[in-house]
């Protein structure tokens, strides 16, 4: 995705002082069987405020990633932020940026992605404030978060809400991919849990254990079972069981995040459809009902978390 920008286009500069502050949802990503397609958006949100300055750059971080993420122009919402601005033709002399982080990061629950389309937004705020003519849409939003995680599960899910289904058109000529994502209304009865161990878990090495070719069998049952979430989150949420089964990944994984792996069999013993968060290791449980209060217990006697996160609206300026 590219746009055309005239010398007169780009000499835009935010004056010192401009502020913005922007929310961002968490996100869980595959809903089971539809990898790097379905995403959801949750209630835990990152703050982001930023402070246009005379110069240089000026970031610190509170809560989840305190005193272990980068306070440079490496740390992913400094490069966002930047990437949207740079987009958008517009420029800052300095930036002040505070973090105040909920979404714990290595977890499955986008964190990397909130950063992201936090940047972002936050850039599109200062961008309204002295150009609103040059303002991102959603689908820039999309494209650009999506660039940085090189798939649009995430991030489109923290961009529009909902919950979202995505998807990416190859490299056409001098054009990297295209990344796409419409969101859904997920039906008012269903409620997301999340179950939070301590230990982290890498993406790239659960995506190193995927078998690179699938058999034509367990394909088609992914097709169809991606397909019924759609209907399930939307309109019978009493479909979400069968729904959320998966061959593609779920086991494939089980080895790294064997924790994780117990206890979405254990959930779905109950009648609770389950499913590993992303890459793991937090599991996502959609559900009609609550969690019962014998798993919660025993879950907080093995050290996870279990938490009602309810679905959430995109980023938003607060």
Not at 140 to 163: I, R, W, Y
Not at 164 to 175: I, Q, R
Not at 239 to 245: K, V, Y
Request: include cysteine; charge should be negative.
């Amino acid at each position: 995705m590219t746009r055309m920008m005239t010398s007169a286009q780009l000499s835009v500069t935010l004056p010192e002082g401009t502020q913005a502050t922007v929310e961002v949802p968490a996100s869980s990503a595959n809903l089971g069987p539809g990898f790097d397609t379905l995403g959801l958006a949750l209630g835990m949100h990152d703050r982001i405020s930023v402070t246009v300055a005379h110069a240089g750059l000026d970031i610190s971080v509170g809560g989840a990633g305190e005193g272990e993420v980068p306070l440079d122009s490496s740390h992913l919402v400094v490069r966002s932020l930047q990437r949207g601005l740079s987009f958008a033709g517009v420029a800052a002399h300095g930036l002040k940026i505070h973090c105040e982080n909920v979404i714990p990061h290595s977890r499955g629950l986008g964190s990397s992605a909130s950063a992201v389309v936090g940047g972002l937004v936050a850039a599109n705020g200062l961008i309204a404030q002295v150009a609103p003519e040059r303002t991102l849409s959603k689908a820039d939003l999309v494209q650009l978060s999506s660039e940085f995680e090189g798939h649009p599960d995430n991030a489109s899910a923290s961009v529009l809400g909902g919950a979202v289904v995505s998807w990416t058109e190859p490299a056409n000529g001098g054009n990297g991919p295209q990344y796409f994502a419409t969101r859904l209304e997920v039906h008012p009865d269903i409620r997301a849990f999340a179950v939070i161990p301590e230990v982290r878990s890498s993406t790239s090495h659960t995506r190193g254990l995927l078998p690179m070719h699938v058999t034509h069998r367990d394909a088609v049952f992914n097709v169809s079972r991606a397909a019924l979430v759609v209907v399930a989150l939307t309109q019978h949420p009493e479909l979400l069981m069968a729904a959320t089964e998966d061959k593609l990944h779920q086991q494939q994984r089980a080895s790294a995040i064997p924790v994780t792996t117990r206890w979405v069999a254990q959930l779905r013993s109950a009648g609770i459809a389950a499913m590993v968060s992303g890459a793991g290791p937090a599991v996502l449980a959609l559900t009609r009902q609550d969690i019962p209060a014998t798993l919660v217990e025993q879950a907080a006697s093995e050290g996870l978390n279990v938490v009602e996160l309810g679905i959430s609206d995109g980023a938003h300026l607060v």
